[in-house]
């Protein structure tokens, strides 16, 4: 924290890219509550540009922007105001208590309503599928004029809050961070490499505009679950001893649907000139094992507030989707030219080669488990012994020291005595 405040002036600026693909698997209202959130950081807002990508590129998702672009010049005071968090509205909507404050009761009642208003708007819009009267109010629509599909379609680029412009104001008169929407132009003969692809077009074009040095990724379903995760992140880079050896911190990715924690996610990341890396559906992992192994150091931040929190995948067929996808990009890298068993070999250390080996024979280790899951099975049934007669001797003996054991010190044992040798056999077949 001293440190921050010692560089308070020097703090970096932050290009925040968001990234959406789809305006019916991802809703609107939900990709602008997460810009929203980002939008509100505790930083200094000069310093902090928004741009979202929009590989759907949809006009749909360019009007919820453009509502967001207004809502947001109540919504950032009021969170400054009352040090709302959770920062995404709907969010903080739900974690409202009954109970607020006599003199944010007015306020709340306010903002609230200007929520819903614009939810309603864009709500309805996406049921019409058709954008209302302020198609023509905004140039920016014309711009799907050419437009002829999703995946053949010029670059559509707009700049809905100026930062540098000094009339671009909040309601208190408080500079606004920069908002940019981006439908990178795609064409069919041109592969466009999912997310990476987009993650690099937005490199391209916020180079342009704002140029920060620092570079926060998340996903449209990933809202900002605390203000102060930028500053927390830069603490690490700003360290004076290690800063300079650290490429990206990453979060790990929370649900709110889901209690126990995901494995990885892109959270916050510094990229090297090069970009995301092609021709991989994981190109989180792969972009982070190529910077690892050029020397940078990563650190996992895992605050107690979570930082972000995300929607999981809900139904069957979009986990399996998923899960089909990560351990087959997983695979695919063991076997490419950057696999951590030999690329990793006296670039990264062994711990670390191991940990990565560990998810990339995620998709081999189905053999493994289907082993494990069907010879017992098959044994039970035709009668074959799993365990030795010795063994199972031993074993109940044991276990029934350890049951008067536990009895004796008045302690209910943690499993009857029937169940004990079941969970012996268990392990067995996982030895
Ligand atoms: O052509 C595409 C496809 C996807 N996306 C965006 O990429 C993100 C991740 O895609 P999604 O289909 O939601 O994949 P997940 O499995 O949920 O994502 C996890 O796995 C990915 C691959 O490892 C990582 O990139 C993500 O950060 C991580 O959250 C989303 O914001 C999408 O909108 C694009 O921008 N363009
Ligand atoms: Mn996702």
């Known amino acids: 924290m001293t440190t921050m405040m010692r560089f308070e002036n020097d703090l970096p600026g932050v290009d925040i ?19 929203l959130s980002v939008m509100a950081y505790d930083y200094p807002p000069e310093k902090l540009s928004i741009y979202l990508s929009d590989d759907g590129g949809s006009d749909l ?14 919504w950032i005071p009021y969170c400054n105001k009352f040090k709302v968090e959770p920062r995404s ?13 006599a003199n944010q009761a007015e306020d709340l009642v306010i903002i609230k309503r200007l929520y819903e208003d614009m939810t309603n708007r864009i709500e309805t819009a996406s049921k019409l599928g058709r954008i209302p009267e302020v198609r023509t109010q905004h140039d920016g629509f014309s711009q799907w004029d050419s437009f002829s599909s999703r995946r053949d379609h010029d670059t559509i680029l707009q700049v809905l809050i100026d930062g540098s412009d000094p009339s671009a104001t909040d309601i208190e008169g408080c500079v606004l961070p920069t908002l940019v929407y981006l439908a990178r132009e795609k064409r069919p003969q041109h592969f466009h490499n ?7 077009a937005l490199i391209r074009v916020s180079s342009k505009i704002s140029n920060g040095q620092i ?29 300079h050896e650290i490429a990206y911190v990453q979060f790990p990715q929370n649900f709110e649907n889901v209690t126990k924690n995901e494995i990885y996610s892109s959270s916050l990341r510094v990229l090297s000139q090069t970009g995301l890396k092609y021709g991989c559906p994981v190109e989180d992992v792969i972009t982070g094992l190529s910077i690892q192994c050029q020397g940078w150091k990563s650190v996992y931040f895992n605050p ?14 979009q986990t399996l989707v998923q899960h089909k996808r990560w351990s087959e990009g997983d695979f695919q890298i063991l076997l490419s030219k950057y696999s951590p068993a030999w690329y990793g070999l006296g670039r990264i250390s062994l711990g670390l080669q191991m940990g990565y080996c560990t998810y990339c024979l995620w998709a081999p280790n189905c053999l493994a488990t ?40 008045g302690h209910v044992p943690p499993f009857n005595s029937q169940s004990l040798p079941k969970q012996e056999i268990n392990q067995n077949w996982f030895k």
Do not use: W
């Not at 509205?89 to 404050?101: E, G, M, N, R």
């Not at 570079?215 to 800063?243: H, P, T, W």
């Not at 199972?392 to 004796?408: I, V």
């Open 17 to 35: 890219f968001v990234c959406t693909a789809d305006p019916v698997i991802e809703p609107p209202m939900m990709v602008i509550n997460t810009v």
């Open 89 to 101: 509205p709907a969010a903080y909507f739900i974690s409202l208590s009954d109970q607020v404050d």
């Open 194 to 200: 999912f997310k990476a692809g987009a993650m690099n």
């Open 61 to 74: 998702t360019f009007y919820a922007l453009l509502e967001a672009s207004h809502f947001c010049k109540y």
């Open 304 to 317: 107690k507030r979570k930082g972000f929190l995300g929607v999981a995948a809900t139904t069957l067929p």
């Open 370 to 409: 289907l082993c494990y899951s069907i010879i017992p099975s098959l044994c039970l049934l035709r009668g074959i012994p799993l365990v030795s007669k010795g063994e199972l001797h031993a074993y109940q003996t044991r276990t029934h020291k350890n049951f008067s054991e536990s009895s004796d010190e």
């Open 215 to 243: 570079i926060l990724n998340v996903d449209c379903d990933m809202y900002s679950n605390n203000s102060q995760s930028v500053r927390d992140a830069l603490c690490f880079f700003m360290d004076e001893e290690k800063g």
